[in-house]
């Protein structure tokens, strides 16, 4: 019963034109990822209610990358006629999915929508950066800290992490790909 429940999914609506899923999974990594959030809040000296909000936005910062992320994919396999149909959250990540009549593509194809994430992921991080020097370091404030966290996140775990052959990461499709690739030219 748990992994059945744990595979349901509800449809919350569409973002650019494909359908966004939110799964058993995905709610529970939300509630997970809030509940840390406070804990980092309460270790860092907040008081429990601000520690509340600042979990939830911390929360809401990690899907937000992530999803940014996954519009990268979206908008390069638009480019290439060849779109992604809808974007799921779930353990911890958002994962995007194809239809599945989807015609044999090129490798090319391929590994351009493979890197439309990680590219998308720099520049937010690259936007995230000017924003915190612009605005200078306000050590100390929770403002800074979340800038902070959404810099390092995006940069290390959904940039750079994307690129960890893991199976269903950039990486693993780019190891898949870009033989094919080269072997083709």
């Known amino acids: 019963m748990f992994k059945a429940?744990?595979?349901?999914?509800w449809v919350m609506g569409?973002?650019?034109g494909v359908k966004v899923k939110m799964t058993a999974a995905g709610l529970v990594t939300s509630v997970v990822l809030w509940l840390l959030g406070i804990g980092a809040g309460v270790w860092f000296g907040l008081p429990w209610g601000t520690a509340v909000g600042v979990g939830f936005v911390l929360m809401l910062v990690h899907w937000f990358g992530d999803v940014?992320?996954?519009?990268g994919h979206l908008v390069v396999g638009r480019r290439e006629g060849y779109?992604?149909?809808g974007l799921v959250f779930v353990w911890g990540l958002v994962g995007s999915y194809y239809p599945k009549d989807e015609p044999e593509l090129a490798p090319i194809v391929h590994i351009k929508r493979a890197l439309g994430g990680p590219i998308a992921t720099f520049l937010l991080v690259g936007i995230i950066g000017a924003i915190i020097l612009?605005?200078?370091p306000e050590r100390?404030?929770?403002g800074y800290g979340i800038l902070q966290f959404a810099f390092w996140e995006n940069l290390v775990l959904i940039g750079l992490g994307a690129f960890?052959?893991?199976g269903f990461t950039d990486g693993s499709s780019l190891l898949e790909w870009v033989p094919k690739w080269r072997a083709e030219r």
């Not at 429940?5 to 999914?9: A, E, F, G, H, I």
């Open 140 to 142: 100390g404030t929770i």
């Open 134 to 136: 612009v605005l200078g």
């Open 164 to 166: 960890v052959p893991l």
């Open 68 to 71: 940014w992320h996954q519009l």
């Open 83 to 85: 779109q992604m149909e």
């Open 5 to 9: 429940l744990m595979r349901k999914s």
């Open 14 to 16: 569409y973002l650019l």
